[in-house]
């Protein structure tokens, strides 16, 4: 891990009058830089060329000459050729000179890589640094050891296919979307070896999946991502914070499910097994006695952090919950930053961050309020790594 002396110098050397939120371009950005505006931020995004126009041209940011923002959310560009530049020492400087204050993001890490960003990047990092390698499935201390330690429920591990004897997700990368998954069910072991078969002759999945393979029972009910915050500068109120709650649209999933059974069999007869590639997000609310239970996870979760990855959790996490017949929340996984489906409450908030602060309030917005007030309080070292 990056000394922590070398990032508070980096931010010494900061004008914090002047701050800017930067953010690797793609996931949550755009979440990001409208709540930074929101709370009276500029922003900077660091974009890949080919893959940029989103951020650079379409919510690109105009302002008057008083700077009040007329369109947009994105003030500066940065152009890469590639987000891995991110780790030259030169680029670092110019964000540097100009005062970003780096959010991660799942794509910052996915693109640059989680040993580069904790070794290499060099500018403080809003939120927690060290806990950004427990997404990394199959690592040591994943995110499912936290689990384990905060004692949280999260679905039942299946060691061995030969122990398949009830509905169970394989969870595997897939072989040439290298960023997605080869996810699929199976509810035997000969369901097991027949599918898998399937999906290596497809070129969906690797011959050895299983060496990288999370085997787990699978929870038959709803999906809700919780948005969560947590505030280490929160002095009267409580310090933990559920913004909003979204689930996720999954191609080719969801239409797979939108046809009638009989046409569902055939297609996994021929061989057309669903993937569960995410390509948008809805918002939901909970029923609200499950509020509380939803509460005690995050107070739980937010604990175990701080006991084993000081400093802990700091700002947005997300929670990915499934919730069974009996109104159990399973932890599938767990980002331990701002959420890939917070797009869902931009600009307009969500019911409970709403509720909660009297105004729109996403997840972005709550992220740059938190750097505002560190801010003013004289208090950003708290927040950074
Ligand atoms: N145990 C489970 N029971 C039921 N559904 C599950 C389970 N685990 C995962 N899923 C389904 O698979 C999807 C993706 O799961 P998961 O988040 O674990 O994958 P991932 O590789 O972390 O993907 P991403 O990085 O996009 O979050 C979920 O949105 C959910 O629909
Ligand atoms: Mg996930």
């Known amino acids: ?105 799942r794509s910052f890490v996915s693109y640059c890589g989680i ?43 299946v060691e061995d296919p030969e122990d398949i004897d009830s509905l169970t997700i394989i969870k595997v990368h897939h072989k040439v979307k290298t960023l ?20 290596i002759a497809q070129g969906v999945i690797d011959e050895d999946f299983l060496e990288d393979a999370r085997m787990e029972q699978y929870i038959i009910g709803p999906v809700f991502n919780l948005d969560f915050f947590h505030s280490p500068l929160e002095e009267k109120g409580e310090r933990i914070e559920l913004l909003g709650v979204d689930w996720r649209f999954e191609s080719s999933l ?36 499950l509020l509380e239970k939803a509460f005690e996870l995050a107070e739980l979760y937010v604990k175990a952090a701080e006991k084993h990855y000081a400093p802990g959790v700091l700002g947005p996490f997300c929670l990915q919950t499934c919730v069974d017949k009996d109104l159990n929340f399973y932890i599938y996984d767990v980002a331990p930053r701002i959420g890939g489906g917070t797009n869902v409450h931009m600009a307009v908030g969500h019911p409970y961050g709403n509720a909660l602060w009297r105004t729109e309030m996403s997840t972005g917005r709550r992220l740059a309020m938190e750097v505002r007030r560190a801010i003013e309080q004289e208090r950003v070292e708290e927040i950074v790594t």
């Not at 800017?20 to 930074?36: E, F, K, N």
Request: contains cysteine.
């Open 1 to 105: 891990m990056i000394d922590r002396e070398k990032v508070l110098a980096a931010l010494e050397g900061y004008d914090l009058s002047d701050a800017r939120i930067g953010m690797v371009a793609s996931h949550s950005a755009l979440d990001t830089c409208d709540g930074a505006v929101s709370e009276g931020f500029r922003t900077l995004a660091v974009c890949q060329q080919g893959r940029d126009r989103t951020f650079a041209n379409y919510f690109r940011s105009q302002r008057d000459a008083s700077g009040r923002l007329l369109r947009g959310v994105v003030d500066e560009v940065e152009m890469v050729d590639r987000f891995s530049r991110l780790m030259e020492p030169s680029l670092q400087s110019s964000l540097a000179e100009r005062n970003v204050l780096f959010v991660p993001n």
């Open 180 to 199: 997605e998954r080869g996810f699929f069910t199976a509810s035997s072991p000969e369901q097991f070896h027949l599918k898998s078969k399937e999906l």
């Open 115 to 157: 040993d580069a960003v904790e070794e290499d990047f060099a500018l403080p990092i809003v939120g927690s640094r060290n806990m950004l390698r427990s997404e990394e499935r199959g690592d040591e201390r994943d995110y499912y050891w936290i689990l384990e330690k905060a004692g949280l429920p999260y679905p039942k591990k």
């Open 254 to 289: 969801d239409g797979y499910v939108r046809l009638p059974a009989g046409q569902q069999a055939s297609l996994e007869e021929d061989g057309v097994l669903p993937e569960y590639t995410v390509c948008g997000h809805n918002s939901a609310t909970l029923r609200e006695s």
